[in-house]
């Protein structure tokens, strides 16, 4: 199913990694979430491209789909 992201126990401790790379998919993940684009990413990544991008962000998608994942509960009082 997913052809740019790959499992290597010995590269970053097991976490999953775009393939013939050391970057973990939270890295794509969170340069997304703090809102660079897909050419600011690919400039701090020369080589990264548009498809590995792509592949981390329906990566998450499936993890979410599969697993329940339930937010930390947070006090709003504090």
Excluded: W
């Amino acid at each position: 199913m997913f052809t740019r992201i790959v499992v290597d126990p010995t590269i970053q401790h097991g976490k999953p990694c775009i393939k013939g790379t050391r970057i973990p998919v939270y890295v794509v993940l969170e340069s997304l979430a703090q809102g660079l684009t897909y050419e600011k990413i690919k400039d701090e990544y020369p080589f990264l491209n548009e498809e590995d991008i792509k592949e981390c962000i329906l990566y998450a998608a499936m993890l979410t789909n599969e697993e329940e994942i339930v937010p930390k509960m947070v006090d709003v009082k504090q």
